[in-house]
T-cell receptor, first 115, second 110 residues
Framework: DTGVSQNPRHKITKRGQNVTFRCDPISEHNRLYWYRQTLGQGPEFLTYFQNEAQLEKSRLLSDRFSAERPKGSFSTLEIQRTEQGDSAMYLC?????????????FGSGTQLSVL | GDSVTQMEGPVTLSEEAFLTINCTYTATGYPSLFWYVQYPGEGLQLLLKATKADDKGSNKGFEATYRKETTSFHLEKGSVQVSDSAVYFCALNTGNQFYFGTGTSLTVIP
């Protein structure tokens, strides 16, 4: 069990550029979540996958954001035409079992700065 | 909608002091409740959880009891240490999604 891995740890980009983040969940985990966290706030749900199927997206999620989990293993989160308001920590989490016993395991996050 | 409300910080305590961080929730149905902790420079880690009313979660000297009547899940520790300095997040899981509070920063001074 190597834990949830996220790359890169930091990303600095100019407004209008596209960025892509990668998350490698714990290997046997079938659920994968993306969250966004800004300073002084808790993680805000973006989207989640059950295996390769994207089951839910936040209503707050702009259409500039897209996520994939093509083979039910790693996932990517892409932000197109970045804006300064996209600056945040992007967290990935994975879990094994749905329902009351579900526990999330988080990665260390990707810190995005949009200049 | 479903949500979690946490006591605002920051909280500063002397070593060996008693800690309480308040958390209340709003949810339809019967959620599971969690406390996560984020140490400086690290990702969120599960501290403890409770899955039904009157359950008590405990870990590393921390405890929290699921109180359905008051919709609360307050975090307590009898004697804090400098190493407990971190940000603590209360969370609930409705079965479809996790909701997190805004976090409470704790600093313990020697």
């Amino acid at each position: 069990d190597t834990g949830v891995s996220q790359n890169p740890r930091h990303k600095i980009t100019k407004r209008g550029q596209n960025v892509t983040f990668r998350c490698d969940p714990i290997s046997e985990h079938n659920r994968l979540y993306w969250y966004r966290q800004t300073l002084g706030q808790g993680p805000e749900f973006l989207t989640y996958f059950q295996n390769e199927a994207q089951l839910e997206k936040s209503r707050l999620l702009s259409d500039r954001f897209s996520a994939e989990r093509p083979k039910g293993s790693f996932s990517t989160l892409e932000i197109q035409r970045t804006e300064q308001g996209d600056s945040a920590m992007y967290l990935c989490a994975s879990s094994l079992n749905a329902g009351a016993s579900e526990k999330l395991f988080f990665g260390s996050g990707t810190q995005l700065s949009v200049l | 909608g479903d949500s979690v409300t946490q006591m605002e910080g920051p909280v500063t305590l002397s070593e060996e002091a008693f800690l309480t961080i308040n958390c209340t929730y709003t949810a339809t149905g019967y959620p599971s409740l969690f406390w996560y902790v984020q140490y400086p420079g690290e990702g969120l880690q599960l501290l403890l959880k409770a899955t039904k009313a009157d359950d008590k979660g405990s870990n590393k000297g921390f405890e929290a009891t699921y109180r359905k009547e008051t919709t609360s899940f307050h975090l307590e520790k009898g004697s804090v240490q400098v190493s407990d300095s971190a940000v603590y997040f209360c969370a609930l899981n409705t079965g479809n999604q996790f909701y997190f509070g805004t976090g409470t920063s704790l600093t313990v001074i020697p």
